[in-house]
């Protein structure tokens, strides 16, 4: 079974440029999340997503983040205008229904805004 | 006060060394959690994963559960080099369709040989 893809895995922009990310969920998975991981911080949920329905977005920071899962399938996590405190890794995650609700993340992508 | 409180890191020990992490909780409606393992540049993947209060054995890891002091530990024993990774701890309210989960900040652990 294939598993959580994301790309780019490292993306380097300078400060107020934009940047989008990519994640394709595993197959059947109804549920994704897009969290955001600090360096030295545990992932912090920015939105979740099922089908393609919103559930969760209020740690969205709507000013500058937008995402969207047209199609219920893959999705696109967009950063425009980036500030520096934006520097993160950007973690997929997709869940099945298993009953422990476990989420598999992807690799992740890495910015860095100068 | 932040909802999941993970002991500061990182963290050093020897081959063979017993590990203890642990974390801790304000929200008491919790009732699932789980110890994630990220290796460097990866994404965290599930090490063990309880319900409710309780210990849970998997090879040479323990998870241990105690709701009535909002207290949740990892246990490794006879720790291994390719055990060097951070580990985060999170929780639930559900495991339904609008489940999500709550991280604490991840401790590093290393395992020197």
């Known amino acids: 079974e294939a598993g959580v893809a994301q790309s780019p895995r490292y993306k380097i922009i300078e400060k107020r440029q934009s940047v989008a990310f990519w994640c394709n969920p595993i197959?059947?998975?109804?549920?994704l999340y897009w969290y955001q991981q600090i360096l030295g911080q545990g992932p912090k949920l920015l939105i979740q997503?099922?089908?393609?329905?919103?559930?969760?977005d209020s740690q969205l920071p709507k000013d500058r983040f937008s995402a969207e899962r047209l199609k219920g399938v893959d999705s696109t996590l967009k950063i425009q205008p980036a500030k520096l405190e934006d520097s993160a890794v950007y973690l997929c995650?997709?869940?099945?229904?298993?009953?422990?609700?476990?989420?598999?993340f992807g690799e992740g992508s890495r910015l860095t805004v100068l | 006060q932040k909802e999941v409180e993970q002991d500061p890191g990182p963290l050093s020990v020897p081959e063979g060394a017993i590990v203890s992490l642990n974390c801790t909780y304000s929200?008491?409606?919790?009732?699932?959690f789980m110890w994630y393992r990220q290796y460097s540049r990866k994404g965290p993947e599930l090490l063990m994963y309880?319900?409710?209060?309780g210990n849970k054995e998997d090879g040479r890891f323990t998870a241990q559960v105690d709701k009535s002091s909002k207290y949740i530990s990892l246990f490794i024993r006879d720790s291994q080099p390719s055990d060097s990774a951070t580990y985060l701890c999170?929780?639930?309210?559900?495991?339904?369709?609008?489940?999500?989960?709550?991280f604490g900040k991840g401790i590093t652990l290393s395992v020197r040989p």
């Open positions: 995650a997709s869940r099945g229904q298993e009953s422990t609700g476990e989420l598999f």
């Open positions: 197959s059947g998975h109804a549920t």
């Open positions: 997503f099922q089908n393609n329905g919103v559930v969760d």
């Open positions: 929200n008491s409606a919790f009732q699932y």
């Open positions: 309880t319900y409710s209060s």
């Open positions: 999170a929780m639930s309210l559900s495991t339904g369709a609008n489940s999500k989960l709550t």
